[in-house]
């Protein structure tokens, strides 16, 4: 198994923080950038769940199901989001709870397809339930997040982008934390071993499905978590727009182009191809830009073919 | 096969280069000039991409008018699009994006409520007027934003067409089929309201999921709950196959009406014989403009046939009159000598009174279009016949024709 | 006439248009290991041929099977090719090419043929059943009796033909087809070639059944990874069944509980069965 070398990962984080404060007028790098540490964050939070060989394409259930319980309290009880967003991620976890139960005899490609058919059930309840979500309709004036006082600072986290910047590097960073020590703990190795052949490990005493299920627990709250933010960035939730397909689809994208470095992997993707996308394509190619980001993709695969094979099992298996 | 060793370290380091030069080169402006930059964003791409190029060539039509005349007060127009691909987060990207690097002294475009929201705070929060081409829901123009400003109100639907159902349809009971959107699930619930005041009720009342091909069971319910009228609060593409399905089996209705979709030649091009009879609503078309301008909209058309090769229609007609309204502050502001900046655009809208082939554009306090009203149309032997408001009708209702 | 007579021909001709977009996906999928996610777009891109094939050339729709099943030759073939010089991590890998592929190729669409939505505007005669007081499409019909042969067709090739047991082994375990002395490569490139064979043929299904539009891909490669994996990697008949089911289901679910519950109603049928049969509809287990 191979470690990120310490010195550009170092570098690259250092590079993160220190250049709004070079650049301090970029808004616009700053939203863009703000939201990539979001999206990387959702792509970590797969990543957790992929250690134990499972390839998730449901995680946007976990999104959505964070992004709306946090939305419903500060809706109905005006509570700050700094209090509903943690909260609100609980509600993901709790959905993960069906999950673990329900899925524990599916591996391979029937949980992904298991997964991608559960993300329906939250979708289709939220869409429906007009009375306490408004159904199709959204939540809209949602509150921004709030100012914070950081030892006689005032930070006003919703309006200042910077600041906003800086909340959302930092949120990605402890999911980056997390995943280094899932993988260098002990734990982790349990999760490899899931990962690499689960009948040897049985016969090590790993708990298999235990195990799955607490990384699909902390996969999950970290999901959740960025859908509240993403929720409270925006100001509105829609059953359409953050249960979307796309957002399951995209940790594996991030993920596979991102390469084999396990934890920097999802990162590098994040930040390679969105703000590619947001500041370089569309601007460029307002017609064309999808066929462009299309051909970065393929020619990519095959000059960086190294994807997340250490995820899969090797030994092959009939599904 | 080779097996390429995979070596993270360079590749880290390049990537990290890499976003160090982008960042650099992102942070930019876009060439400055005496040219005045007008920011345009929309579903290029994507399910509603139809839509949004529509309102885009509206946008770019009016753009292009306006520079064969000499530009803005003699400064030249320069329009940025920019693809939203119909995520909020990409829409406030572009939005910042052409705010701070391209410097544009507007905004314009959207269709998708959703999408018009975030933008729309964006237009706040930088001081950036912002005139939204095709947003309905009522719950943006709650809180005042004087930066906001939009050319259609999903009132201008609703009364016409409610009005329309009680005096001239004269029917009872209705069922109503709506996409699950918010835009339409508003519109569904303000016209049964509506009809509900009118003593009309709604005996059915489904929601479906854009995209689905198949409406064969649903419409088997209708005649089970014995409706008179069907109203599709579906799009286009909808609309499309619910025609070609109750061609198929007729269930007796007295009319089916759809406002979005119907109102298009080239849905009746596409529909054929299956669209005689139908009811649509549409804010403008060829040969349906607002009194006053048929002169304008005549050029209009010819204009937009020469560049485009294709007709314009009700949707592009909405991001051309959006266009319209911020080039006209634009002008208003220039002409004074003063800069355009943000607030000053902002209240030269607020003041507009035009008379465009769309509508009479005036906004209220709130940035709605006080004006703004559909009118119904009926397909008769190929053609849109306006048949309500009577002040604005064509012609007559044909109820025979309308039956399905 | 019963009620459950229009709805469950409903089910069956719907169901049968899953089947016949999910037969394509589900065979390269079993034989070559790869996850077409560009299989929505290659349908899409059929479907276009054979509008432009109506439009232009007043070509008969019955004309318009052949033709644009042949035609699809021309890309998976190239695209298996392609495929075959990707590195390792096969599986994943191709995955993404095959999503860069898709985001090409619905570009080009948006750029040859615009956004609007084109429709083959085809008049289908309505058939009546002497016995019942009910009449049905014939379209619908053809969609049911297509999905009939062609399952049959495939059926028949994977069990009766020397090829069809080779295709079969490989599916089945790859490695221990390749040590029996099967060359893999070459029942994937059949497997492209069959795949190709059936994607061209869904193509204008889908035109007719629907309409055109370039984004339309994304739902058609939906339809064909929930109807493939319904049924189980690698059993064809499951293939009918499961469309079947899911068509018949959905089109109970609208009539019963609205249209608003059909999707819900899909995936919780989905997951009862993946909860009860891991792996799929399939009677017995592949190993």
Redesign the interface.
Known sequence: M?F??PL??A??VL?LVL?PLI?P?????Q??LG?TCLYATLALAWNLYALTGAISLGHAAFFGLGAYASALLNHYYHWSPLLTIPLGALAAVVFAVFWAM??R???G??LG??S??????P???V??WDRFTY????I??LDRLPSATLGGLQVDLG?DLQAQYYLLLGIMLLAVLLNLKSIRSRWGWTLRAIRENETAAAALGIASNRERAKALLLSSYLAGLAGAL?AHI???V????VFN??LS?LP??FC??G???KV?GPV?GA??LY??E???L??LF??????V??????LT??F??????AW?PRA?K?? | MQRIRSRPGPRARLTVWLLAALLCWANQPLSAAQEIRLGEIDPLSGPLAKHGQEIHQGILYAVEEANARGGVAGHPVKLLSRDDQSKPDVAVNQAQDLIFRGKVAGLVGGYVDSLVGPISQQAARHRVPYVASASLQQAFTGNKNPFFFRVSCLEGIVQPLCQFLSQTLKTKRVALLHAATPGATEFSDLVQADLHRRDIATVLQEKFRPGWPDFSVFLLKVPAARAETLISGGFYGDNLILVRQLRQRPLGLKAFIAPWGVAYQSFIDEVGQAGEGLFGACAWSPGITQPGTEKESQELVAGFRKKFGKDPNTTTMHGYTSARALLAALETVLQEGAKPTGEAVSRALAKLDLNLPMERLAFDAHGDPRHYQQVIVQIQKQRLVVVYPPERATGQVDFSLAAR | MWVGTPIIFSGLALGSFYALMALGFSLILSVARVFNLAHGEMILLSGYLAFVLWQFFQAPFFWLLPICSLALLALTLPLHYLLRRLPEPYGLNSLMVTLGLALLLQSLLLAWFSADYRLMRLDWPAVAIPGLDFSFLSFQGLLIILALAVTAGVHLVLQRTFLGKALRATIQDREAAQVAGINVNQMGLVAFGLGGLLIGLAGPLFAQNMYLYPAAGTEATMIAIVVTIFAGLGRTRNILLGGWLLGLTQSVAVFTMGSKWRELVSAALLLLLLYFRPEGLSLKKER
């Open positions: 191979r990120p070398k550009p990962a570098a690259g590079l250049w650049f007028d970029a808004a616009h790098i939203q863009v939201i329900g899925f005899r599916l591996r490609v029937y397809l298991a991608l058919a559960a993300l329906e059930i979708k289709t309840i869409d429906n159904g199709s309709m959204g809209m004036g309006m993403y925006l100001g509105l829609e059953p359409g727009l397909l796309h689809v594996l994208v596979i182009f390469g084999s470095t920097w590098l930040f390679i703000p590619l947001q500041l370089c569309l601007p307002p017609m064309g830009h999808s066929a980001y299309g051909l970065v993709i393929i695969i095959f960086f073919p190294q994807g997340i094979a899969l092959p009939s599904a």
